[in-house]
């Protein structure tokens, strides 16, 4: 899916003068997630690698804990917005409805709407490695990331999330206006590989 982009004449300050120039930006989209017949959320992002995002919000949510969890996901557009329809194991979707957590600002800091410190404050799972990354192999996958992200460079107003190998080239990438959505898409990407 393309992402629609809007069209403006901006004013710039170039050469020591006001110039006018056009400008595009990435429009954001509300996107409904529904599971198993019931809307659970809606969040804006940008309208590409939904897929990837149902996946991958469904993950980082614990809503599912593997792709093999989540049968499909069928998208929907409507007047006012993208509706994906996921339907998940019945046993997810039972802890799924005891859960009620509301997603209020969730694409802030992540507090909004968790009813517990336990919710709000959850703390992954140490990382345990021997790899080590020198500081150019690190400069060299800010770069790459800087070099293929498309929609920012239409726009320069897009995250990106990527996963860097260790010689510093990206393996896979994806953008959107939200960091947190950028994130989640590429969880759902990799957990489809």
Known sequence: ?????????????????????????????????????????????TAQDLEDFALGFSLSEGIVSSASELYS??????????????EIASERFVELKQRRRTLAGKTGCGLCG??????????????????????SVIARGLAAI??????????????ASAYVLADGSIYLLREDVGRHNALDKLVGALEKI
Not at 7 to 21: E, I, M, N, P, R
Not at 73 to 86: A, K, M, S, Y
Request: hydrophobic share 35%.
């Open 73 to 86: 996901i069928e998208t929907q557009q409507q007047r006012n917005g993208i509706e994906l329809h996921c």
């Open 1 to 45: 899916m393309d992402v629609p982009l809007s069209h403006f004449t901006v004013a710039q300050w170039q050469d020591g003068k006001l110039q006018q120039a056009q400008d595009d930006l990435a429009e954001e989209t509300p996107v409904a997630l529904i599971y198993n017949g019931v809307s659970h959320a809606v969040m804006l992002a």
């Open 114 to 135: 968790a009813e517990s410190l336990e919710q709000a404050v959850r703390y992954p799972k140490p990382l345990v490695t021997e790899e080590v990354f020198s500081a």
């Open 146 to 159: 800087q070099s293929q992200q498309g929609l920012q460079q239409k726009t320069g107003a897009t995250h």
